[in-house]
């Protein structure tokens, strides 16, 4: 039986929880937040009564596999080093590693433990098509994010529109993957991800919509290069405890886990 480390225990970590309680396969034997809330503690007693509840993995513990789904800061405060240890990890705050030196941080922890940490495809679709067309050259990439004002709530786009008041789509940000991935920490992961696995962070340019037409969190993917083009569209339906985020998210952390201990993955 697999043992597994979850790291956050939010919409995406509740729900996680939920969708593998009950496999025998594996259990969630941690469960690392910054508080040990009274929610918390209804949602691992409910869901993973084996957990400890914690605010950092002990030294002594070496889980299977640690699943981050917490938020940017938890790639320094309990990737990196876990990582370092030889414990392997699956990230879904991909835009973490738009920060300087990040991505190369992420890297040589895994070397240094001789692991592996896998980036998630979260709420984006064609991650494989687009990493493989890399390999034959791309010459763009464009991304556009369109979600509905309220996930726009306690961000930058305050400040460039009254989100409760728009009657249109208002584009609230033009520019690099990095750039977004940076001002938009819970909202821009996805476009961190295309760029990681395509044109990079900086040549893949990235536009984002608060539009009240809309009301699921839809992502649009323009691809050109050596293998012809690619175009996709993703719908995808917002969690209730969360609006900034995508359902599928949950489904891809999910999916990495039961990777993990299937005899047949994909
Ligand atoms: N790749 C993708 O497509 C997507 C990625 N994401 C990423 O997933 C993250 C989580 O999303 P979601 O569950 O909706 O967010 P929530 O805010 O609902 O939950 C976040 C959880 O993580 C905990 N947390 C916050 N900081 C840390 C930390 N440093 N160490 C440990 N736990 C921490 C929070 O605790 P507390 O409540 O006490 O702060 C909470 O339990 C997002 O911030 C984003 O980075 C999200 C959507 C899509
Ligand atoms: O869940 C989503 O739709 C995408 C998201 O928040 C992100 O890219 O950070």
């Known amino acids: 039986m697999k043992n597994i480390a979850l790291i956050g225990c939010g919409a995406i970590g509740s729900s996680v929880l939920e969708l593998l309680s009950g496999d025998t396969r594996l259990q969630v034997g941690w469960v690392l937040v910054p508080e040990i809330t009274p929610a918390v503690r209804e949602t691992a007693a409910r869901l993973a009564p084996q957990a400890q509840l914690l605010q950092a993995l002990p030294g002594d513990a070496v889980p299977d596999l640690l699943v981050e789904c917490a938020g940017h800061a938890a790639i320094e405060e309990h990737v990196l080093p876990a990582l370092a240890r030889g414990i392997p990890a699956v990230i879904a705050s991909i835009g973490a590693l738009s920060a300087p030196g990040m991505a190369e941080r992420v890297q040589a ?3 240094a433990g001789k692991t592996q940490a896998q980036l998630l495809s979260g709420a984006i679709g064609g991650i494989d098509a687009l990493a493989a067309a890399r390999v034959g050259g791309l010459d763009t990439v464009l991304y556009t994010g ?6 726009w709530s306690g961000t930058p786009a305050e400040q460039v529109c009254d989100l409760d008041g728009l009657t249109e789509a208002f584009c609230i940000f033009e520019g690099s993957a990095r750039e977004a991935a940076q001002l938009y920490p819970k909202n821009a992961n996805v476009a961190a991800t295309l760029s990681l696995a395509g044109l990079g962070l900086d040549k893949t340019m990235v ?25 996709l569209t993703m719908r995808g339906k917002p969690l209730a405890a969360n609006p900034k985020t995508s359902a599928l998210t949950v489904y891809s952390v999910v ?11 994909i």
């Open 109 to 111: 922890a895994a070397e």
């Open 146 to 151: 369109r979600k509905p004002p309220k996930a």
């Open 207 to 231: 536009r984002l919509f608060a539009d009240p037409a809309v009301q699921e969190n839809v992502h649009q993917v323009e691809a050109r290069g050596a293998f012809g083009a690619m175009e």
């Open 255 to 265: 999916r990495a886990v039961l990777n993990n201990v299937a005899p047949l993955a």
